[in-house]
């Protein structure tokens, strides 16, 4: 591949090279409708291996295929695909750091609460993705971009084999320290697949070093094949009983003591996060996302729609006394509790005693900005609050604010009811 550095590919400015591979290049560039920097995969189409050739073809139709249509806060965008007289490339968002390869290491290595969390999005990011009949093939550190300020996400779906097509699943597909047994069989494949390869992830970024490392790609095989791997544990000292039994659930040979579903394991990583050292004041989306799943709030909300809540809500404990919102004030929050108990007042009087669940402040979102506060509310526990700005739910997603709306009325609904029953019991 040349090592020239174009100045332009199709309409957008290239800035310099980001990386590159056997059969592709991958360039910062900047977009100049979209006025935002992306990444664009420069594929190699001079190839005198066929068999390198053949494979260009398939993965550059996979990622094609895919522009537009993997929207999810932890995948990385494909908004385009070109393939003309002069390029073959992709056009994807622009995901600034490096890949998780650099945190692979034992000298680089992330505290375990964030393991853990980067493991949970991956999770939730591959199970968007086998909805809508994806697996990915070749999930790997190399292949999640990121940095541990702004997060990570999957990217490089060029290997992905999809249930909704008519390919023909290519043998070969895939990192050999990451595939899963059944890959290395050339067996047919299931999500499992990829469930494998997280766990290996998972287990690499603990401990800064692989499961299994021959000396040969047979050795290699062998050990996936038919050697347990150690446990985390064995290379790290001080890690969780949990973690060791998540990972190598996650990495078992047969499958059917492998994680069944995606959600099984979030779920497993979610409950993790309230054993592992995690400052409460500083949760991690995967506690945030287990804690709202468990709330009446947003029992109906969809996935996709918790995830852009988490990216709009300011989380904070606060201890027993501490006045959250005061009669009188203006505001312009309302709040929903994670946990603990506050109490509503007017004045000198107890209105109601609210608890994991219940929103309070919801009133001036449908008032007037300078509305202001008619009750007090008060902290009488420790308690988790989660404050939602008014502007920032204006300015979301449609299908958000329609199902905060639903939620809204649905509590209206429940307090009428309550309200009724307690003048019916009065007369």
Known sequence: MSAELPRKIGKYRVLRELGRGATSRVLLA????????????????????????????????????????????????????????????????????????????????????????????????????????????????????????????????????????????????????????????????????????????????????????????????????????????????????????????????????????????????????????????DLNDAAKFARVRELLFFDQFAEVEIWEMLRVTRWRWVMPGTTLIREGEQGDSFYVLADGEVRVSRGETTLNILRAGDCFGEMLYFNAPVARRTTTITALQPSLVVEIKAAALNAASAALQVQVNRAFLRILLDRLTLANARLSSAA
């Open 30 to 281: 900047t977009d100049p409708f979209g006025n935002r920097e992306v990444a664009i995969k420069l594929f190699e189409r001079s190839s005198s291996d066929e068999r390198i050739a053949r494979r260009f073809r398939s993965m550059y139709l996979n990622e094609a295929m895919l522009a537009g249509k993997l929207s999810h806060p932890y995948i990385a965008s494909i908004y385009d695909a070109v393939d003309d007289e002069d390029a073959s490339y992709i056009v994807m968002e622009y995901v600034p750091g490096q890949t998780l390869e650099y945190y692979a290491n034992v000298a680089t290595l992330l505290p375990v609460p964030q393991v853990v969390e980067v493991v949970f999005k991956c999770a939730q990011a591959l199970w968007f993705a086998q909805q809508r009949g994806l697996i990915h093939r070749d999930i790997k550190p190399a292949n999640i971009l990121g940095n541990p300020d702004d997060g990570f996400k999957v990217s490089d779906f060029g290997s992905a084999l999809s249930a909704t097509s008519d390919q023909t699943q290519i043998s070969g597909i895939g990192s050999p320290a990451f595939m899963s047994p059944e890959q290395v069989r050339d067996e047919p494949l299931t999500h499992q697949t990829d469930i494998y390869s997280l766990g290996v992830v998972m287990y690499q970024l603990l401990t800064g070093r692989l499961p299994f490392a021959g000396s040969s790609h047979a050795s290699l095989a062998y050990q996936i094949l038919n050697i347990d791997a150690p446990p985390p544990s064995d290379a790290r000292e001080g890690l969780p009983e949990d973690i060791d039994a998540i990972v190598l659930r996650a990495m078992a040979k047969d499958r059917t003591r492998r994680y069944a579903t995606w959600q099984d394991f979030a779920d497993d990583l979610s409950r993790l996060t309230g054993t592992i050292s995690v400052p409460q004041e």
